[in-house]
């Protein structure tokens, strides 16, 4: 029986069913595993199970050239916190959860987009501050979504979630950048050549790419400057993505209405900046945060656990 290491806790459903396969060991801790368990993870177990955070990184690799580990069954359909091609090197496979995550990541796109269009942050913090003197015509007045343009940045499965959602619910016309030609984004949408033009269009701009090397500041302070004067930035992808300092820049000089965030690019540190700010909205990387979405983005990891174990071709190796 191969050892397995689940590096967090999981729902119940998904320990059990890897518990019925594998020798497994449960690291109880919330935090991602440090440099050292790193090196023990690839070095006393057969299959690790890690998440967002766990950073099997060249380095990691280096210090173990001939790893134990086979097999690095992340959870979760994002895998920028794993060198897959330090893993390939040393003969470790990598697979992902994609799929699972999609409905409940756009939704979380389309909680940030009304929360910040709508000002409702900053109208929640009013009320249980008791600073709320009572309706009047002129209160917070923010972004009326029905009808506007949505500028999609990354037009993969979430990205034409979000844009079926927003065209759909609520009546919005969908401009989109992607690295590559996409012939059928499921709903009628404009893609635009260049990020700036993309940027430039929407009255909310929704970051959808994967995270890695290449969409790293992906948003600088150019993208962030062709957006309109009332426009809003809403991030579901990696923290990262975005250049949190030009974001700030922007905000702070009023060049942009407010943005959504969901990640940070230091995450889990957020600065006090952004903080301070009420045209701004903080959650705390909710995307799949469901118990339905992580029950199956769980099952999925053991689906790929099992797979090698039997010697089959793993269903969502990246």
Not at 40 to 61: H, I, K, M, N, Q
Not at 83 to 102: F, I, M, S
Not at 132 to 146: C, D, K, N, Y
Not at 234 to 263: F, K, M, T, W, Y
Request: with cysteine; net charge neutral; hydrophobic share 50%.
């Amino acid at each position: 029986m191969r050892r397995l290491l689940v590096t967090r806790r999981l729902p119940d459903p998904v320990l059990e069913a890897a518990a019925a396969r594998f020798d497994m060991v449960l690291r109880d801790d919330t935090r991602p595993l440090s440099r050292a368990e790193l090196v023990a993870a690839l070095t006393d177990y057969d299959l690790v199970l890690p998440t967002l955070g766990d950073r099997f990184d060249a380095a990691a690799f280096a210090a173990v050239p001939d790893p134990r580990c086979r097999l690095l069954a992340n959870f979760g359909v994002g895998y920028n916190h794993i060198d897959v091609a330090a893993a390939k090197a040393a003969g470790v496979a990598v697979t992902n959860t994609p799929g699972a995550v999609t409905d409940a990541t756009a939704d979380i796109a389309l909680t940030l987009m009304l929360m910040s269009a709508r000002r409702a942050g900053e109208g929640e913090r009013l009320v249980r501050a008791g600073r709320w003197e009572g309706w009047h015509p002129t209160q917070m007045l923010g972004l009326h979504l029905t009808g506007k343009t949505l500028a999609v940045i990354g037009m993969g499965r979430i990205g034409k979630a979000i844009a079926r959602r927003a065209h759909f619910g609520f009546g919005m016309t969908v401009v989109f950048h992607n690295r590559s030609a996409v012939a059928d984004p499921g709903v009628p949408a404009t893609q635009l050549p260049t990020l700036a033009q993309t940027m430039a269009a929407g009255d909310v701009v929704v970051v959808a790419v994967p995270g890695g090397a290449g969409t790293r500041h992906l948003i600088d302070a150019a993208a962030i400057a062709a957006m309109r004067p009332g426009a809003h930035l809403v991030n579901i992808a990696r923290g990262d993505v975005v250049e949190e300092a030009a974001l700030i820049a922007a905000l702070q000089a009023g060049r942009i209405a407010g943005a959504g965030l969901d990640v940070y690019e230091f995450e889990p540190q957020v600065p006090d900046a952004l903080k301070a700010m009420e045209n701004v909205v903080l959650l705390p990387h909710l995307g799949t945060a469901a118990l339905e979405v992580r029950s199956a983005m769980g099952m999925m990891a053991v689906d790929n656990l099992i797979a090698f174990d039997d010697g089959r071709p793993l269903p969502n190796a990246v």
